[in-house]
């Protein structure tokens, strides 16, 4: 499923992350946001290679994935669709986009469609408060926008 | 690394860099007041006769502006102006609603809302021919005008009158991806005197007479908390940068970091001199890639032109600076959970004392400020205590950057003294409530924080009112509410931000809060009682004096302000089963006008649920019978009345 | 040292400068509730039941984690204080699964006893907050955990993590989500867990707990057909009175045999006596080993908690380890070959229960390699010191007022050699004693090895015999072998016979013991007054070495003809495997 193999590029990328920082004090979580770059998100295999290669327990791994919203142990869908939920945003209705994407894709927040075309996200203030309410598909910033023009927006992704 | 003589003469090079933006930087370089800007020694520095300054900020990136600046190349280059022109990439100039942003100098002219569409014009007019685009200018009034564009056409705009730049005062003037920009408008400037001409005592004394307090949440003294650290004695200190900027609603620091990066690494290194560490880390959000790479550019660039590094300016003082980028978690804006997080661990705070000036990262003496605190720091050494206490309040010295947004026509960054109204703040420079609402309140401080009603308007913002009056100054973070806003629904945001942002560690916040919410959620609901009320008193009391961490102690504040200024509100949901701002579904109740509706079923056939049906009655002038919603059916979507062209659908 | 004033309540109290304010409070005579404070193990101030009000503080502070600092006023009682630790605790119990009734810790939780103390009449929140009951995880042989029952003090993550290097539960998620869990949802038995139950013995409450057996061993007593043998461990008789409120460090031997005998056993044996057969056998293999240049450390092999974790982060030393069986495992395999043939009994009939201070034991006896010649697994069922104290209670007898009696014949008596194995350091003096006697052929008179006795986590000592120098350590508590091997593994230390407990202080306090709450484990140090009770069993010993007990010298001439033969490797010996750490 998560496609985990040892002799791909991707699992070199892996172990030269851990070698470059492994004497680094407290790099674990550079390590897994480097890691999640490479794999788009953080599955057991790519873990365990991070637990043993920093010598710390898998446990403790995981502890530190689930805390950090940034961290998924699900896969992402290729466009991450992404809505802020800031209080700016929020005041603005973005709990309306949020439940219209749902709707429009089928999915609820933090999974991914069957296709793994799109996931959706919840997400704290991106810091583009002016432009409320914001969502992000990928890189692609979206601002005052209403629930109506996202069968719009999404389309432009579909094919 | 360089000498400070040496930093003069960078400083004089690069001056043409900036000459042509003139009228921006005379009042503080010498060099560039009353003088044509061109006759500034050019050196081997190819100059420009026209310089655009493209906003790359977050607002107006998305707003489009990188398309923008694409656009502006291919139109220079089509007229052959490559020679005349520089495009200048900066950060956030503040006006993030009116995005995207470009200012053309020498004039000074902003135009905001440009569009693609736009730049041929531009090019022709302004830069070709010297006449300027009014129907583009920042100042409504001057878009307003008639004829040649005038000087007074090009003062800023309401907006920016009441502003009073300090911790953004390069915030888009400057290129902050090229060091010497910054060293041309003064830049590490500071550093050089603190490090020549003052002792580390020297440079603590002068930010405790300043009076700076800490921008990022209390409001501590931070030349206190300097010399908290520097009578710890230890061989190893820290000095961490607080850029994990997670009050939502508040992008002060993103704006800083952006646009004027080297600032905050001056200030790092000024503390590390000041208290007598080497090592400064930065730890800034995951969510803000642009204001990485800026400062990763920075950190190179300093590193590259000699300025940190070992021996800085010929001095036994060394100082390196690394990233750490936090993963999307609030409670690391708290000090001791920051630390645990760039020691690689979950974020959890950790008991106080021992206090991270005795005990901090890596167990070593360490003091963390935010990003817009130090951003402070470098003016306060160069223009004195004095200068800095002259601004502001007695107890709240300088200005303080507010990012204000919600139900307000300008939102965006602004910097005003200590002390301005909040209604100066929402009317004079905000531009007041869009679509003739009322305001109903501000809210300020974020989860720690609380609102302010509509008849605390007048009052001054400064640490100590803000907190009389139930809320706090936080990172600066300032949302405004209409009147369609629930203050119960509002409270209810903001503890199930707290209740998913807990850290999990303490009882009080981890459960104390979701207790909080599930009563909130009740309320919304239409089932609370009254006493529900006492027992988020009680409740908020405990979690306020029993948390392990300033963010728990502090998680109740949004509940309690709303109870204290609008606690009727609570009632007419617990009492009279009623949401007077229309926004608690469950209390909603959606009706059709029998007289005004015609009968045309559009309602029924949109309806997800089949909830409207015919009646018997056909309104006098009408031909078909009128609808009728079935309120045990209905959900309250609120599909019925956004379709009805009738207006026959109200909501109550 | 810089002494402190301080006032608590408004007694002056003077205390060493670092003092926390919780230990003051001890030394002014006032009680502070705490929870998740275990000394030494879990300083983290998390849950917020020893607040206090300082005078100048802004909001309250934990005892357990504030300094004195001069002049410092307390107040421990205020109606502030009372009233938000009741909240935090109703907020704690709103939480909880409160089937306390059910519940293996019931009288025994730390959280019962506050709830009490703290005087929580009503919890006006539904329980576990409306949601609905999360599976239990109990397919480990060792350790049962129910999220349900956990409080999120930490006590278990800090001492697998932090004591004893294990790391196979930690705090995932966070905010109202937050649990201790294995990481993506595994249960126990598919991490590198070591089965040490270690977090059992400082869960409050009934969080972690021991896979019980006692269903099976009820079933075989109450089967005519069956032929059930206990064993009591060397570390039980010096715990097992507590359950029954004797003082810590109370030695009742005889009573525990005369308990387990009216629960309607056909025999109780001491596993001292396997213990002594351990000593001849890694005895010898010690000899064997020094005197023909074997493998160099050789490490015990008596703690399975200690195999598994070498077995998961040390493969590389398998081959140090001794391949004697536990003790325990050796008795057993004794009892159905030896012992079956010489009362006639058919070893298939034959139910063997060992009573442990270990969880670890548990998972031991499952092993493949556990089985002896006739087939049989060496042990059926192994219970804990608990479980059997327990079981005691089921059946109504009045254990402190039990008169004396002593284990059955033949394999009942037993060397001080044994009695010590309990105490880290044990395993070590008794195997000294042994080897000294055998090397110099003489029967010394001095065997009280000193140097080894102590509950430091690691001991080191040249022990001279015979001319030859032999450099021993003695280590107790996973986290201080993980230290020592490493330097070995480093290259920076060098031993000849090195002595492992996984548990700190050894299997007097084990993770089978009877549970002690924080407010006495903190304050009081378990492991030496449970082992100084051994010690001073030891002494009363008629025969103090091994190789002195009779029964041995009979096993010996009647069955396994010497130590090291090859039926003897057949029936006690074993082998190691490399096990998967991540």
């Known amino acids: 499923m998560s496609g985990f193999s040892e002799n791909d590029e991707k699992y070199q990328k892996l172990l030269e992350i851990i070698e470059t920082n492994k004497n680094v004090r407290g790099s674990l979580i550079r390590v897994l946001h480097d890691s999640q770059e490479v794999y788009g998100y953080l599955p057991i295999e790519v873990q365990k290679v991070i637990a043993e290669g920093l010598g710390v327990p898998l446990a403790e791994v995981y502890g530190v994935v689930t805390f950090y919203a940034q961290f998924s142990v699900k896969p992402k869908g290729d466009y991450r669709v992404s809505v802020c939920l800031g209080t700016a945003c929020y005041v603005k209705g973005s709990d309306k986009l949020l439940e219209r994407l749902e709707e429009e894709l089928g999915v609820s927040v933090g999974d991914c469609t069957a296709d793994g075309r799109f996931s959706i996200e919840a997400c704290r203030c991106i810091g583009a408060c002016g432009l409320a309410p914001v969502f992000t598909i990928n890189k692609d910033v979206y601002g005052k926008k209403e629930p109506d023009d996202i069968p719009g927006i999404l389309a432009k992704y579909r094919d | 690394m360089i000498t400070v003589k040496e930093l003069n003469e960078l400083r004089i090079k690069a001056l043409p860099k900036i000459a042509v933006r003139k009228k921006v930087f005379e009042g503080r370089i010498p060099e560039l007041a009353g003088r044509a800007a061109p006759e500034i020694s050019p050196g081997d520095e190819k100059t420009y006769r026209v310089h655009v300054l493209c906003c790359a900020g977050t607002g107006c990136k998305s707003s489009g ?588 | 040292m810089k002494m402190i004033n301080l006032k608590i309540d408004g007694i002056a109290v003077t205390v060493p400068e670092g003092t926390t304010i919780l230990e003051a409070a001890r030394a002014a005579g006032v009680r502070i509730p705490t929870l998740c404070f275990l000394k030494d193990v879990n300083e983290i101030g998390a849950c917020r039941m020893c607040v206090v009000e300082i005078k100048g503080a802004r909001a309250l502070q934990a005892a357990c984690v504030y300094p004195v600092s001069e002049g410092l006023e307390v107040i421990t009682n205020s109606a502030a204080v009372r009233k938000s630790r009741k909240i935090t605790l109703e907020l704690i119990l709103s939480n909880h699964d409160r089937s306390c009734l059910e519940c293996v810790r019931s009288q025994n939780c730390e959280l019962q006893t506050l709830a009490s103390e703290l005087g929580v009449t009503g919890i006006k929140f539904p329980e576990l907050g409306g949601r609905e009951l999360q599976p239990v995880d109990d397919l480990s042989y060792s350790v049962v955990r129910n999220p349900n029952k956990c409080v999120l003090c930490r006590r278990c993550v800090s001492i697998c993590k932090n004591v004893q290097t294990v790391g196979v539960i930690d705090t995932m998620e966070r905010g109202y989500r937050t649990v201790v869990a294995s990481p993506f949802g595994k249960n126990l038995a598919e991490t590198p867990c070591v089965n040490c139950g270690q977090c059992i013995a400082v869960c409050p409450v009934g969080a972690l707990t021991e896979k019980s057996e006692k269903d099976k061993v009820y079933e075989a007593i109450n089967d005519p057909d069956k032929y059930v043998v206990f064993q009591t461990a060397p570390a039980v008789r010096f715990s097992i009175g507590e359950a029954f409120g004797m003082p810590i460090g109370s030695r009742p031997t005889g009573k525990m045999v005369t308990a387990i005998r009216r629960l309607g056993v056909d025999k109780v044996f001491d596993t001292d006596t396997g213990a002594d057969l351990t000593i001849m056998e890694e005895g010898t293999e010690l000899i064997e080993r020094l005197q023909n240049g074997g493998k160099l450390p050789m490490i015990t092999s008596c703690s399975p908690g200690w195999i598994k974790f070498c077995e998961h982060n040390f493969p590389d030393f398998l081959d140090n380890l001794s391949s004697c069986k536990s003790p325990h495992e050796m008795f057993g395999a004794v009892v159905k070959t030896y012992f079956a043939g010489k009362e006639g009994i058919d070893p298939a009939k034959i139910f063997m229960v060992s009573v442990m201070p270990c969880t670890a034991k548990k998972f031991e006896a499952k092993r493949d390699e556990m089985k002896n010649s006739s087939g049989f697994a060496d042990v059926d069922a192994v219970i804990t010191t608990r479980e059997l104290a327990a079981m005691i209670k089921e059946n109504g007898i009045d254990f402190t007022n039990l008169p004396d009696s002593e284990f059955d014949d033949p394999m009942g008596a037993a060397s001080g050699a044994g009695v010590i194995f309990g105490a880290t350091g044990g395993v070590m003096e008794a195997a000294l004693r042994t080897v000294a006697d055998v090397l110099t052929g003489e029967d010394l008179k001095d065997i009280d090895y000193h140097a080894v006795r102590g509950v430091e986590g690691t001991k080191t000592a040249e022990v001279s015999i015979n001319g030859r120098t032999v450099r021993v350590a003695v280590v107790s508590g996973l986290g201080n072998a993980r230290k020592l091997l490493e330097s070995i593994r480093a290259g920076e230390a060098q031993y000849d016979f090195i002595e492992v407990m996984a548990c700190p202080g050894g299997c007097v306090n084990g993770g089978g013991q009877v549970i002690q709450p924080s407010c006495v484990r903190s304050w009081v140090d378990l492991r030496a007054i449970r082992a100084k009770a051994s010690y001073a069993e030891d002494l009363e010993m008629p025969i103090r070495k091994s190789h002195e007990n009779p029964a041995i010298k009979a096993l010996y001439s009647e069955f396994y003809g010497k130590p090291g033969s090859e039926k003897a490797h057949h029936d006690l010996h074993t082998h190691y495997q490399k096990r998967d750490n991540y």
């Open chain 2, 65 to 652: 502006s990188d398309v923008l600046r694409e656009e502006f190349e291919r139109i220079i280059a089509k007229y052959g102006l490559q020679d005349d022109v520089q495009i200048v990439k900066t950060g956030c100039f503040g006006l993030c609603a009116e995005g995207p942003i470009v200012v053309i100098y020498p004039e000074d002219a902003m135009y905001c809302r440009v569009e693609a569409s736009d730049i041929e014009e531009i090019v022709t007019e302004h830069i070709m021919n010297g006449r300027i685009v009014r129907r583009l200018l920042e100042n409504p009034e001057a878009r307003e005008g008639e004829g040649d564009v005038t000087d007074e056409d090009l003062e800023a705009g309401v907006f920016f009158r009441k502003q009073m730049r300090i911790a953004l005062h390069n915030c888009g003037r400057i290129n902050p991806e090229d060091i010497e920009e910054y060293v041309a408008a003064g830049g590490y400037q500071a550093l050089a005197k603190a490090l020549t001409e003052m002792t580390p005592d020297d440079v603590i004394k002068v930010m405790t007479d300043s009076g700076l307090r800490g921008r990022g949440g209390a409001g501590f003294p931070t030349g206190r908390k300097w010399l908290f650290a520097k009578n710890s004695v230890s061989d190893v200190k820290y000095v961490c940068c607080n850029a994990d900027e997670g009050d939502p609603g508040a992008f002060m620091d993103r704006s800083v970091l952006e646009g004027d990066p080297h600032e905050v690494l001056e200030a790092m290194a000024i503390a590390g001199y000041a208290i007598g560490a080497g090592q400064g880390y930065i730890y800034v959000r995951a969510e803000y890639p642009t204001a990485i790479e800026r400062l990763d550019i920075a950190i190179r660039q300093a590193e590259e032109y000699g300025i940190l590094g070992d021996g800085i300016f010929g001095t036994d003082f060394s100082f390196r600076i690394e990233l750490r980028l936090g993963a999307g978690a609030f409670v690391c804006g708290e000090e001791t959970a920051l630390m645990t997080s760039v020691e690689g661990h979950r974020g959890e705070p950790r008991p106080r004392p021992p206090f991270p000036a005795v005990k901090g990262l890596f167990a070593e003496p360490t003091i963390l400020n935010n990003v817009e605190t130090y951003a402070n720091v470098p003016q306060i050494i160069l223009k004195g205590a004095d200068w800095f206490k002259s601004i502001g309040t007695e107890k709240s010295p300088g200005a303080k950057v507010f990012a204000v947004g919600g139900k307000i026509k300008n939102t965006g960054l602004v910097e005003v003294p200590m002390g301005t109204t909040l209604r100066e703040i929402v009317y004079d420079i905000g531009g007041g409530i869009p679509n003739g609402k009322q305001f109903k309140a501000a809210q300020t401080g974020g989860p720690s924080g609380g609102c302010i009603p509509a008849s605390l308007i007048d009052t001054p913002i400064d640490y100590d009112s803000l907190t009389q009056i139930g809320s706090m100054m936080g990172s600066g973070g300032l949302i405004v509410m209409d009147e369609d806003t629930c203050m119960v629904d509002i409270a209810k945001f903001f503890l199930e931000f707290t209740v998913e942002e807990s850290c999990g560690k303490c009882p009080p916040c981890r459960i104390g809060t979701k207790r909080m919410y599930d009563i909130l959620d009740k309320i919304t609901r239409g089932e609370g009682e009254l006493s529900d009320i006492d027992d988020l008193y009680e409740l908020a009391d405990a979690i306020k004096s029993s948390a392990l961490c300033g963010l728990g102690q502090t998680a109740p504040n949004p509940v309690l302000s709303t109870l204290r200024y609008f606690k009727d509100e609570y009632v007419a949901h617990v009492v009279d089963k009623r949401c007077p701002a229309g926004v608690c579904k469950s209390l909603l109740q959606y009706n059709i006008d029998k007289e005004k509706c015609i009968g045309c079923g559009k309602c029924a056939r949109n309806c997800p649920v089949d909830a409207i049906s015919k009646t018997d009655y056909v309104a006098p002038g009408h031909k078909l019978p009128s609808l009728v919603i079935d309120s045990k059916k209905c959900v309250k979507c609120g599909v019925c009345m956004s379709g009805c062209k009738f207006g026959a659908v109200s909501k109550n």
